[in-house]
């Protein structure tokens, strides 16, 4: 079973920095084609925030480029985004994601960012 570790969010202001990092802690022996974050605010629907493939091949969306910068670590089976120029409509619940060989698609519990303007 997949087993997702966050860590990192919380409260910053306006233009400010944050750093989440997961860990895919299981110890599943198998494949992990896709490591990112979703986002999702409070009344609206979860969104994807970036991906990154084993290849290292990166997807953002439009409202983070530039801004936020996703990277992973195969070895560890971890994965960071890094988040600058953070925006008060950045507020969200993030949470890890991944794609497994093992445990196909999987979200893990999340953690609260919150940018005050």
């Known amino acids: 079973q997949v087993q997702l570790v966050e860590s990192g969010g919380g409260l910053v202001q306006s233009g400010g920095s944050l750093r989440l990092s997961c860990a895919e802690a299981?110890?599943?022996?198998?494949?992990?084609?896709?490591m990112g974050w979703y986002r999702q605010a409070p009344g609206k629907q979860r969104d994807l925030v970036a991906t990154?493939?084993?290849?290292?091949?990166?997807n953002y969306a439009n409202s983070v480029k530039g801004r936020f910068t996703i990277s992973r670590d195969n070895a560890k089976n971890t994965v960071s985004l890094q988040m600058n120029s953070l925006k008060p409509e950045d507020t969200a619940f993030y949470s890890c994601?991944?794609?497994?060989?093992?445990?196909?698609?999987?979200w893990g519990q999340g953690t609260q960012v919150t940018v005050s303007s």
């Open positions: 299981s110890g599943i022996i198998g494949s992990i084609y896709v």
């Open positions: 994601y991944v794609y497994t060989s093992y445990g196909g698609h999987s």
């Open positions: 990154i493939s084993t290849s290292g091949s990166t």
